[in-house]
């Protein structure tokens, strides 16, 4: 089986930062893209940022300046950290790639979130 686990998540204060972590382990042949996406209470789940394979990066608007995506490929790894944080960005936050199992094709995966929490 193949599984992503977030890490890194809690309670800070606004002004604040926070590294998430989303790990992948198991049957994995290949990675392409990776991706953080979050959702609050009673709203759509909302894209937050993408990376390629090849290290091209993608954000939304609301997070453009303070948010930087990354990843480490020889550890199935991909990182967000968050600075400057405001009370907006709390939201439970999931990790996403796409990969490819041996003798498969590339399918979506997720994470099980993790919750952020910023406080006034």
């Known amino acids: 089986q193949v599984q992503l686990v977030e890490s890194g998540g809690g309670l800070v204060q606004t002004g604040g930062s926070l590294r998430l972590s989303c790990a992948a382990s198991?049957?994995?042949?290949?990675?392409?893209?990776m991706g953080w996406y979050r959702q609050a209470p009673g709203k759509q789940r909302e894209l937050v940022a993408t990376?390629?394979?090849?290290?091209?990066?993608n954000y939304a608007d609301s997070v453009k300046g303070r948010f930087t995506i990354s990843r480490d490929n020889p550890k199935n790894t991909v990182y967000l950290q968050m600075s400057s944080l405001k009370p907006e960005d709390t939201a439970v936050y999931y990790c996403?790639?796409?990969?490819?199992?041996?003798?498969?094709?590339?399918?979506?995966?997720w994470g099980q979130g993790t919750q952020v929490t910023v406080s006034s």
């Open positions: 996403s790639a796409e990969i490819k199992r041996i003798l498969g094709i590339f399918r979506e995966y």
């Open positions: 198991g049957s994995i042949f290949s990675i392409n893209g």
């Open positions: 990376i390629t394979s090849g290290g091209s990066t």
